[in-house]
């Protein structure tokens, strides 16, 4: 039978991200979420990462082993999990000043893995339900919602102040009014001249 | 080569200016064939329910085909970076849907001042605001009437989008400084029609809405012109138009699913694949009596590219600002500083644009210019004072149409049907340069007005730090006065081939200072109007008509 699909599973990235995400061994998980700890310490009312669940949702963004990472975060499975052996159960054991000079040392020397895994771990923390909670505690969050749909925010969304608008002034040339205006005297009227001028093609 | 396909007209491109022609046409019964190399996009398709909607707009909603990669998209090289999207709807898609129209003054650019490659329109604003009119109707666009900076226009389908306390906050700064500000027209519901949604300001638009409510030529055109028994091909990517004896005959096309060709041939052809993919098709369908591309003898296809210049200033207040709510295209626009003034040391001018904010991951990696929360033990502090507290003020200047500025092809890459990239080259002019900065300061000065800054960061996506990127791409194949300055005549019929119309953004004079598609509509339709009153003239023409002679509506 031939195929119709125009949309294989590796023409585009499944929205949601692949299912069922990858799972993660006891000691990668660990240091993933020490790291994830780090980067967005906990307080003020705010959980920290290891706490809810950050790894579930990065899991199912990590592109599942034998597919090309060509997408947002840009992290393949084989070698996100060697990145994270490589930081090893040592990593996760450290202090926590420790652990911040590995993931500066990680800044400096491989800005491109740190940057996808700051980004990611971002994205994952501020997913969770119980951040959007501790945001609703802040006053500019408090309506905050888990995602834009299905409820929205018309509930609650200021309107125009009329008193505001009626004060509003402005005008526009008509038509029959446009004219020609003076040029800036040092403005280049081509880039084509200037160009030529300039010797080149 | 399989059997062809016959019909009246053949419509290029499924997006704003296609789904707009072949609605009209079809309404007065001409049979249609619309040829579009996407799909459709799924209402399930939009990252809105999800826990990752933020990230998603990173991946299948990136405004970049390079990053999207999808199999529909085309690469596209060069040193700039145009935002496109592929499928039934075109750039509409995933556009913000602000509706703003262009100003008399922007169809007199060449009398006015005529720098670089700017010329007048061949049609006054007063001849395009009938068809403003009925486009508006059509779509259902949210607006509150009384704008004393512009012309008069018609009461929208439903009031504008609220503004929130971003609208109020920043219409204060405005009101304070005396300066002009409107609540902006957007192409949103704010009133259920037809089979769409009313919006409720979830606040995330730019990848899509769910509910239908933002107008993309999807939801807006596309299930009328079906109804008219519109015969619309998806997965159909245009290779060639072809033409013989100076007419166009019609396309050939790969079905991108089975990989096989076919013809259509048809009276009149309309290409409204967009100002990257209209001119990259014209000069792909180079031909015998067409060495260099079809219409393109002048050589002008492809050159006068315009985007806009760019710059995005972010703010951040000492109080809560909630930008996360409401639609997210301009919440309301100054156009103090819209009219040439050259004391500024450049002419033209700008809009000030003020947005909104998207979500908490966003706000942690930097809103839209980079503005990092740092990680370690300064995250929470710096997250919790910006969060919410946030105004984006846009600088959205008029930028000149430079002939250099350009689409050409590129031998060395291409499509996923073997077809060559399109290649763009845009620098900004020294005056456009000029007029962001300027801007910037303006920006400035209206959130100072406001009061309560604590951050401000501009950003270098756009603007005075490197080429602009492409979010409205205009001008590649613009109407003109005469077969030397343009490559169509004022109805929109290209100089060389009488039977071979351009009704997209690439058909645009100048850009104006604010965004596009209200305008590039309001052409299209106006086209559409002409080829159905006067396909009988068009069929006999051999050559095309000069904007004095052409037959009027
Ligand atoms: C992120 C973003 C935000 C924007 N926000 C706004 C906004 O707020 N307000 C506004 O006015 N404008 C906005 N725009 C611009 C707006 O989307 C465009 O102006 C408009 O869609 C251009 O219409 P068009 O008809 O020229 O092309 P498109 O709508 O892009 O349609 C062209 C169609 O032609 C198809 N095509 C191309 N080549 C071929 C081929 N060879 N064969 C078959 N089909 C082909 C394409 O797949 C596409 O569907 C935004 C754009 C982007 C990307
Ligand atoms: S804010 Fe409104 S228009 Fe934008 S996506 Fe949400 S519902 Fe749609």
Redesign the interface.
Same mark, same amino acid.
């Given at each position: 039978m031939t195929d119709l699909s125009v949309t294989p599973r590796d023409t585009k990235p499944p929205l949601g991200g692949w299912l069922p995400g990858i799972r993660l061994t006891e000691t990668q998980a660990a240091v993933l979420n020490a790291a994830a700890d780090e980067l967005i310490p906990g307080g003020d009312g705010f959980p920290p990462p290891s706490e809810v669940d950050v790894i579930s949702f990065i899991g199912r963004y990590v592109t599942p082993s034998g597919l090309e990472p060509r997408w947002f975060p840009f992290l393949g499975e084989d070698d996100f999990r060697a990145r994270l052996d490589g930081l090893g159960q040592e990593f996760a054991d450290a202090t926590p000043v420790q652990r911040v000079t590995v993931l500066e040392g990680l800044e400096r020397d491989e800005q491109e893995f740190f940057t996808r895994l700051r980004d990611v771990v971002y994205h994952a923390y501020y997913s969770r339900p119980e951040v959007i909670r501790a945001i609703n505690r802040l006053p500019a969050g408090r309506d905050y919602r888990n995602s834009p749909q299905p409820y929205g925010y018309s509930d609650v969304m200021d309107d125009w102040d009329d008193e505001l608008l009626s004060r509003v002034r402005g005008t526009y040339i008509r038509t029959e009014e446009v004219r020609r205006v003076a040029i800036p005297a040092d403005l280049p009227m081509c880039s084509a001249r200037q160009a030529r001028e300039a010797g080149e093609n | 080569m399989a059997a062809y396909t016959e019909t009246d007209v053949l419509v290029i491109g499924a997006g704003a200016g296609g789904g707009a022609v072949s609605k009209r046409l079809s309404d007065a019964g001409i049979k249609v064939v619309c040829l579009e190399q996407g799909?459709w996009v799924h209402a399930?398709?939009h =990252?809105?329910?999800?826990?990752? +909607?933020?990230? #998603?707009r990173?991946?299948?909603w990136?405004f970049e085909p390079n990053?999207r990669?999808? !199999?529909?998209d085309y690469p596209v090289t060069g040193n700039t970076t145009p935002y496109t999207f592929t499928g039934v709807g075109g750039s509409t898609l995933h556009y913000a849907a602000a509706w703003p129209r262009f100003? !008399? $003054?922007d169809?007199?650019k060449g /009398?006015?001042?005529g $720098? *670089?490659?700017t010329i007048d329109w061949p049609i006054?604003? *007063?001849e395009l605001e009938p068809f403003y009119a009925i486009n508006d109707a059509e779509i259902g666009v949210a607006r509150?009437t009384g704008? &004393?900076?512009? !012309?008069a226009r018609p009461e929208g389908w439903g009031p504008?989008s609220?503004?929130?306390?971003v609208? %109020?906050k920043m219409?204060?700064g405005f009101?304070k400084l005396?300066w002009? +500000? +409107? &609540?902006a027209d957007n192409a949103i519901l704010t009133r259920t029609k037809d089979n769409r949604l009313a @919006?409720?300001? @979830?606040?995330?638009c730019l990848a899509g809405c !769910?509910?239908h409510s933002i107008a993309s030529t999807d939801v807006s055109y596309w299930p009328a012109a079906l109804r008219n028994g519109v015969d619309l091909r998806v997965?159909a990517r245009v290779e060639q138009i072809n033409a013989k004896n100076g007419r166009a005959t019609g396309a050939t096309y790969i079905d991108? $699913?089975t990989g096989q060709r076919h013809e259509v041939r048809a009276g009149i052809v309309v290409v409204a694949a967009n100002s990257i993919g209209t001119p990259r098709l014209l000069l792909m369908s180079a031909q015998q009596g067409h060495p260099d591309g079809l219409a393109n003898s002048n050589g002008l296809v492809g050159t006068h590219l315009m985007y806009h210049s760019w710059s995005f200033v972010d703010f951040w207040f000492d *109080?809560?600002? #909630?930008g996360?709510?409401?639609p997210e295209p301009a919440v309301l626009y100054s156009? *103090?500083f819209?009219?040439?003034? =050259?004391s500024r040391?450049?002419?033209n001018g700008f809009s000030l644009q003020v947005g909104t904010s998207l979500?908490?991951?966003t706000?942690?990696?930097g809103t839209n210019t980079g503005n990092l929360?740092p +990680?370690?033990?300064g995250?929470?502090?710096f997250f919790?004072e910006h969060?919410?507290?946030h105004a984006l003020i846009y600088v959205q200047g008029e930028d000149l149409p $430079?002939? /250099?500025n350009r689409v050409t092809l590129d031998p060395d890459v291409k499509d996923s049907s073997g077809l060559p990239a399109p290649h763009v080259h845009y620098?900004l %002019?020294?005056?456009d340069r000029r007029l962001v900065e300027w801007g910037q300061q303006r920006a400035r000065e209206a959130a100072d007005a406001a009061g309560g800054v604590i951050d401000t960061t501009t950003s270098g996506i756009g603007g005075i730090d490197g080429p602009p990127p492409g979010w409205h791409i205009m001008g590649t194949c613009r109407m003109g006065n005469t077969p030397e300055d343009s490559v169509t005549n004022k109805w929109n019929q290209t100089w060389d081939v009488p039977n071979l119309f351009i009704t997209d953004a690439s058909s645009l004079t100048t850009g104006a200072a604010v965004n596009p598609t209200s305008t590039l509509q309001a052409v299209a339709v106006r086209a559409a109007e002409y080829i159905k009153r006067r396909h009988r003239d068009i069929a006999s023409q051999t050559t095309t008509p000069s904007n004095a002679d052409a037959p009027a509506l």
């Open positions: - | 799909d399930m398709d =990252p809105h329910m999800y826990d990752g +909607w933020e990230l #998603e990173k991946r299948s990136s990053v990669k999808f !199999p529909e100003k !008399p $003054v169809f007199r /009398t006015e001042h $720098v *670089e490659g006054s604003y *007063e509150r704008d &004393p900076g512009n !012309p504008a609220r503004g929130g306390k609208g %109020h219409g204060s009101d005396g002009h +500000w +409107w &609540p @919006c409720n300001d @979830c606040g995330f !769910p509910r997965n991108r $699913v *109080e809560p600002l #909630e996360f709510k409401g156009q *103090e819209y009219d040439s003034d =050259p040391g450049f002419v979500g908490a991951a706000s942690a990696l929360a +990680w370690g033990a995250h929470r502090s919790n969060f919410g507290r $430079v002939r /250099t620098e %002019h020294e005056n």
